[in-house]
């Protein structure tokens, strides 16, 4: 089955600065891949993902990149605030078939003020 | 619209006592998921459902049981909890890609 390893598992930056968090997949089907963001104590939500036939997407201050060749895709958060503060899941599937979606271990982000 | 809902939200089981979580979704998804999260495990796929009647198995299915006898429910049952249980579990729904979570139910067997 897939594999997906994220890194770090945790990142402390300060308020304004940029936060970075890689992962990478095993199987070379994958095809779609969306980030979670989970706060303390809550469900998670879907911040923005990224299908294999684009390499790379915007909304606001986040942004996804992929390298299908490399079979790795990343979270870019810039002019990072307090309330960014949270775990940041990836994950990776084969999508259209209601397939199983294969999750990193989470980053724990903290925003310094 | 509720969205996709859980119950019970929390519940302490005894070693070998059984029970069944409920997930409930009214957006009319065909897709249909149950994970458990663990400290520094992320989200494991228990077993998931592509559509009313049909159920699959995902990473971690041993020890657990599910249905999907209406397109809106998904269970999952635990027939004889072990304390390798204690979790927090999330349903999910999807209609494509984009999977909607619950609010989670987090469970303690002692």
């Known amino acids: 089955g897939e594999n997906v390893e994220q890194h770090p598992s945790t990142l402390s930056v300060q308020e304004g600065d940029s936060a970075v968090i890689k992962c990478t997949y095993s199987?070379?089907?994958?095809?779609?891949f969306p980030w979670y963001k989970q706060e303390l104590g809550k469900r998670p939500q879907l911040i923005i993902d990224?299908?294999?036939?684009?390499g790379e997407k915007k909304d606001q201050r986040i942004a996804v990149t992929l390298n299908k060749t490399a079979k790795h895709f990343s979270l870019h958060i810039t002019e990072t605030q307090p309330e960014d503060s949270a775990v940041y899941f990836c994950?990776?599937?084969?999508?259209?078939?209601?397939?199983?979606?294969?999750f990193g271990t989470g980053t724990s982000l903290t925003v310094i003020p | 619209n509720a969205g996709v809902t859980q119950t019970p939200k929390f519940r302490v089981l005894k070693t070998g006592q059984s029970m069944t979580l409920l997930c409930a979704q009214d957006?009319?998804?065909?897709?249909m998921y149950w994970y458990r999260q663990d400290p520094g495990m992320g989200l494991r796929l228990i077993h998931y459902?592509?559509?009313?009647?049909?159920?699959a198995k995902g990473e971690v299915p041993d020890g657990y049981n599910v249905s999907r006898l209406k397109k809106q429910n998904f269970l999952l049952g635990l027939e004889s909890a072990a304390p390798s249980q204690t979790s927090v579990y999330f349903c999910?729904?999807?209609?494509?890609?984009?999977?909607?979570f619950g609010p989670g139910t987090r469970l303690l067997v002692l």
């Open positions: 459902s592509v559509g009313e009647g049909t159920t």
């Open positions: 994950a990776a599937s084969m999508s259209d078939t209601g397939n199983q979606f294969y």
């Open positions: 999910a729904s999807s209609l494509r890609e984009t999977q909607y």
């Open positions: 199987d070379s089907a994958s095809n779609y």
């Open positions: 990224i299908r294999s036939n684009v």
């Open positions: 957006m009319n998804h065909e897709y």
